[in-house]
């Protein structure tokens, strides 16, 4: 059994309101996860247009099971979780995609966003050099790794997660600062 103190009661709060305004950033519509889906997906969100599962970090549903529920669905999976290092309360999103019967995990991804109403993409954090090199345009009708970067200098690539920052907090409601 798993023991939820306070501590995993806040993180739990403040991933699932960031997950609603990531949702809320890349214009998806949300409904909650069918019933017919693996039980450990119950609580979190399906994006139908990105054909998606939108989960947030919750102490007793591990990687390992999201993995599995990805390969037996062979539904995307968007894990919203709050950084453990910062004294902030910075967002990170894990993808887990299932292509052509395998899965792959990209961690460690930041909101970019080129303006306030600008195109928007998830990219690796820049200040860890251990994370796959993908981006991900959420624009796009599914999550598609691409080793193109949305910025062309690092100014721009600074500027533009300074940015998504400031969006994905603003739409949660000012309640991630």
């Given at each position: ?22 949702a ?11 019933i ?30 999201l993995?599995?529920?990805a ?44 303006g ?62």
């Amino acid at each position: 059994m798993i023991y939820l103190n306070e501590e995993d009661r806040r993180r739990e709060a403040q991933a699932k309101e960031g997950a609603i305004a990531l949702a809320t950033v890349a214009s998806w519509q949300t409904e909650p996860c069918p019933i017919m889906l693996p039980p450990v997906l119950a609580g979190f969100l399906y994006c139908r247009t990105p054909d998606l599962v939108l989960a947030h970090w919750r102490r007793n549903v591990s990687l390992g099971r999201l993995l599995a529920a990805a390969r037996e669905t062979r539904l995307d999976v968007l894990l919203v979780e709050p950084a453990w290092m910062t004294t902030g309360s910075d967002l990170r999103v894990s993808a887990i995609l299932c292509r052509s019967g395998e899965t792959h995990v990209y961690r460690g991804l930041r909101l970019w966003a080129a303006g306030v109403d600008g195109p928007t993409w998830l990219i690796p954090d820049p200040a860890d050099m251990d994370l796959d090199p993908s981006c991900f345009d959420l624009s796009l009708k599914r999550m598609t790794p691409d080793e193109q970067r949305p910025f062309s200098d690092l100014e721009t690539r600074d500027l533009g997660l300074l940015v998504g920052g400031i969006r994905w907090k603003a739409i949660a409601g000012g309640h991630l600062v």
